[in-house]
């Protein structure tokens, strides 16, 4: 709760517990990726490679916008490669992202259990970023931000991303994002 200054935290266990941050890693690579003009906006297209998957939204060409909203992991993964690997980790380092460990695949870390994170250091990616602190332009902050936007009404403006790993018991899901609630100034007469 930034406007009050206070931090409310449940499974203290959990939230210092390193895991591989799955497809939440899309904010950051998204980052990397419009920072360094790999992408120059979020409809910066990537073709289809032709290879049927499992997810039908994935076998097509995709913008950016499209990929982050249906999760798709090939097009994450062609945008890392584009990035490489050095450029991945500098972003990782400068960040101190996690564990930031790329390990052998620049296609593939995210998901492998090479980098892994804390929730306590999501929520800290997510503080930087909702106040542009993050090492980044505002310009590609405020497109990711774009890209995080579920919900939006008059009270409130809900951003996330989801991640989804298995393990050997069973899945583990993130939920990575923020809650701006919009507060109306209140009208005194006088």
């Avoid at 090939?74 to 380092?93: C, S």
């Avoid at 460990?101 to 492998?112: A, E």
């Avoid at 951003?159 to 701006?180: F, M, P, Q, S, W």
């Amino acid at each position: 709760d930034n406007t009050h200054d206070q931090a409310f935290y449940y499974n203290l266990d959990r939230l210092s517990t390193q895991y591989t941050p799955a497809s939440t890693f899309k904010i950051l690579n998204s980052l990397i990726a419009l920072e360094t003009n790999i992408a120059p906006d979020i409809d910066y297209i990537i073709k289809w490679d032709g290879v049927e998957r499992w997810n039908k939204n994935w076998n097509q060409d995709l913008t950016m916008k499209q990929a982050f909203e249906y999760s798709a992991v090939p097009y994450y993964q062609e945008l890392a490669r584009k990035i490489g690997k050095d450029t991945m980790q500098h972003y990782l380092d400068t960040i101190q992202y996690g564990n930031m460990t790329i390990g052998d695949s620049v296609d593939q870390f995210w998901l492998d259990n090479s980098l892994k994170v804390t929730s306590d250091e999501q929520v800290k990616l997510m503080k930087l970023m909702y106040f542009n602190k993050l090492p980044f332009s505002k310009r590609s902050q405020r497109l990711v931000r774009t890209l995080m936007l579920h919900e939006k009404n008059d009270e409130y403006k809900l951003y996330y991303k989801t991640g989804t790993n298995t393990t050997a018991n069973g899945y583990i899901c993130h939920l990575v994002g923020y809650l701006e609630k919009i507060e109306n100034q209140k009208h005194i007469k006088t």
